[in-house]
């Protein structure tokens, strides 16, 4: 009677079609992923069951963190180096074509104008550790009209957005926006999250 | 081939947990423009406002009417400002609503009141500036 033979040859399974998949997955995770500019706070913005998604370009965004500190950030490198030249001549700062550069790479920013220029000379770390007091609302010194006066000349398709934290007070959020009535600005955005709406009702 | 594929899946681990799909949404409004000094304003019957007031600790006082206003007071559920709404909404033809938000209110306040205004559907509304006859009488309920 003879041995039957067991073969111990390791099983060899073929990978190719998984390493294709992943790789497949690699390059689509790496090509839809947008790095979210880092903000200098984060803002908790409320819910609600509106439907309607932000267009991704021409948009100017305030943002308005818990403590009522006011911040403006617009997209578009070039309107944006075109938007300081503009405030500059406004406020009577020159700003240097680098200082531009340097500012139409920055993320959202809450300061006073005359701050800006020590600003923008700081290194990315150093700026973190400014502490950014809130770009000015008040009516005897309303920088924020400015600024959303200007971007606009600048950039005719702007859409104004409102990013406001939820704990915000209201009247924070009336000033802004009563500036922005002031300004002819009478449609505008408020960014939230997603909710879901309720049942019995829709 | 091992390395290889560690290191995809490394980079696809990555990217997973780095992307975020959802953009956020937003609500669009429309603020009436400033009315010019020559403007004439046009007029409303009292019987068709109702107000509601945003105040400390989401609460919300609301009142039909101009003259002699009965103040009540409800909150943010469903079982709340929504049934309110509802309901005078069907006593009332073409209603009209006025939010006014106090001071101590949050700006989530006056999203969610927005949100129900969509939600139950509400054509007219107007965000006005709060009175002191408003402040008053929320004074005057808490007491």
Redesign the interface.
């Known amino acids: 009677m003879g041995k039957v033979k067991v073969h111990r040859s390791s099983p060899s399974l073929d ?1 190719t079609p ?2 294709d998949l ?2 497949l ?2 390059t689509f ?2 090509l ?2 947008k ?2 500019p880092e903000e200098p706070v984060s803002v908790d ?10 267009p ?1 370009v021409d948009i100017l965004t305030i943002s ?1 963190s818990k403590d009522g500190v006011v911040f403006f950030n617009m997209d578009g490198k070039y309107n944006r180096q075109e938007l300081l030249g503009k405030m500059g001549t406004e406020y009577n700062i020159p700003f240097s074509d680098e200082e531009k550069e340097r500012f139409s790479v920055l993320p959202s920013f809450g300061l006073d104008i005359r701050n800006l220029k020590e600003f923008l000379a700081l290194g990315p770390d150093e700026r973190k550790k400014v502490k950014q007091n809130g770009i000015p609302t008040d009516s005897l010194n309303n920088q924020l009209a400015k600024w959303v006066v200007f971007s606009r000349t600048t950039n005719p398709k702007l859409r104004i ?1 409102i ?12 000033d802004v ?1 009563n500036t ?3 300004n ?1 600005v ?10 879901k ?2 049942a ?2 829709n | ?1 091992t390395p ?2 560690d290191l ?2 490394l ?2 681990t990555f ?2 947990l ?3 799909f ?13 009315p010019k000094p020559d403007d004439v304003q046009p007029e409303v019957n009292e019987k068709r406002v109702l107000t509601l007031i ?1 105040g400390e600790g989401d609460k919300i006082y609301w009142y039909k009417g101009i003259t002699d206003p009965k103040l009540e007071v409800t909150n943010f559920s ?1 079982d709340g400002i ?1 049934k309110v709404l509802l309901t005078q909404n069907a006593q009332t033809k073409d209603m009209i609503i006025l939010i006014k ?12 009141i ?2 129900e205004m ?3 559907d509400m054509k007219r509304y107007a ?1 006005v500036k709060v009175t002191d006859t408003d402040k008053e009488l929320v004074k005057e309920l808490n007491l």
């Not at chain 2, 938000?101 to 969610?112: P, Q, R």
């Open positions: 990978m998984m390493v992943a790789f997955l690699v995770f790496m839809t992923t790095f979210a913005m409320p819910s609600s069951v509106s439907v309607i998604k932000l991704e308005i957005a990013k406001g934290d939820r704990d915000s007070n209201y009247p924070v959020v009336e926006i922005l009535i002031d002819r009478t449609r505008f955005n408020l960014i939230t999250n997603m909710e709406g309720p019995q009702l | 081939m290889m594929v995809a899946f980079l696809l990217f997973m780095t992307t975020t959802n953009k956020p949404q937003t609500m669009e409004i429309t603020m009436p423009d400033k945003l469903a929504r938000a106090l001071e101590k209110s949050k700006y989530k306040n006056m999203v969610d927005l949100d969509n939600i139950t965000i």
